[in-house]
């Protein structure tokens, strides 16, 4: 575990027209029927004015067990990414059950050196966390190819897939604050209020594992933060399990707002059944009066709100608004 001062943010060099990005298996393998989804994310980052290059583990039939390779192999490949100053960018293909194999075998001082944003959900949470706490490193959650640009982008109306490109291409290359993220009519405030923190979280069960490791982040830096979490799969007692964890850990006693993305295939929250997710969520938080705005389309409902991790934001849970308040990029 890193010192418990709070961190200083390190923002990636913010992005030009023409600098490459690679797209680069992090976790889980590409199996053929997906390859098409990575054509179209190609298509989506060069319509953003940027060159994309896939990283050699990118590819149809390469799998060791549930991942693209072993932990080494993709360890060896990220750093490799890292080290390489024409590398501006690092897109996941797609999340999985393999980053907490090489937590500790990525090359934080390449990343010190030349920090450089990472993009993804689900698995690769985990990458955002323990690089934020090991140096400070804005982690993008945000979409990958798979199931972000090349899938729920395709499938979301014209005017909705205009929205996210011109919002994600403007978070990359831009130093300025982007200020309101684009609501929808399906947030809802579970707990009103308004605040201002360090934007912290990602796939629940990955927050809870990260803090489990040598790498969590100090519970200090905590301290006003904004929590952010979603969730797939698995049952409604697991994310109150969850929740019950961070509750024990000291966590929800020192954040200041929360923000809950669209639950998806969580089993136990259908319509009508008891409890549903904001009574589970209030549950747990008991009188910690905190702003919780819920619903928000982050995670695997897709397509997703990039959520820059380490920037400051503000939250106004009743009037259903979440903004940016720092870049996310730097010079």
């Given at each position: 575990?890193?010192?418990s001062a709070l961190p200083h943010v390190l923002r990636p060099r913010a992005l030009r027209p023409g600098d490459l990005v690679v797209i680069a298996s992090l976790s889980g393998p590409l199996p053929a029927a997906y390859e098409p989804n990575v054509e179209q994310t190609v298509v989506v980052l060069e319509r953003m004015g940027f060159r994309v290059r896939r990283a050699p583990l990118l590819e149809i039939g390469r799998s060791h067990w549930w991942s693209a390779a072993t932990p080494a192999e993709i360890a060896g490949e990220l750093n490799g990414l890292l080290r390489d100053p024409e590398v501006r960018a690092i897109i996941a293909s797609d999340g999985g059950q393999t980053a907490l194999g090489y937590l500790d075998l990525i090359d934080v001082e390449a990343i010190r050196a030349d920090p450089k944003p990472i993009l993804g959900y689900?698995?690769?949470?985990l990458l955002h966390l323990v690089l934020y706490a090991r140096t400070g490193l804005?982690?993008?959650?945000?979409?990958?190819?798979?199931?972000?640009?090349?899938?729920h982008w395709q499938s979301a109306p014209a005017a909705r897939r205009a929205e996210l490109e011109k919002l994600y291409s403007g978070l990359l290359t831009s130093t300025e604050a982007i200020g309101a993220l684009p609501s929808s009519p399906s947030w809802e405030c579970w707990r009103p209020g308004r605040v201002e923190g360090r934007l912290i979280g990602g796939v629940i069960n990955r927050i809870v594992l990260a803090q489990a490791t040598r790498f969590a982040i100090p519970l200090e830096w905590f301290d006003?933060?904004?929590?952010?979490?979603?969730?797939?799969?698995?049952?409604?007692?697991y994310v109150w399990s969850y929740l019950q964890v961070m509750r024990h850990s000291g966590i929800l006693d020192r954040i200041s707002g929360m923000v809950v993305g669209v639950p998806r295939e969580i089993n136990g929250i259908e319509p009508g059944a008891s409890p549903t997710l904001p009574e589970i969520v209030l549950d747990v938080l008991g009188d910690r009066d905190i702003p919780v705005l819920g619903n928000v389309e982050i995670g695997h409902a897709g397509p997703n709100l990039p959520m820059p991790v380490g920037v400051r934001v503000g939250l106004d849970a009743q009037k259903r608004t979440l903004s940016l308040l720092?870049?996310?990029?730097?010079?």
């Open positions: 575990m890193t010192g689900s698995d690769i949470s804005v982690g993008f959650h945000a979409d990958m190819a798979v199931p972000g640009f090349g899938g006003g933060a904004v929590l952010f979490w979603e969730e797939m799969g698995g049952l409604a007692s720092e870049p996310a990029m730097g010079q």
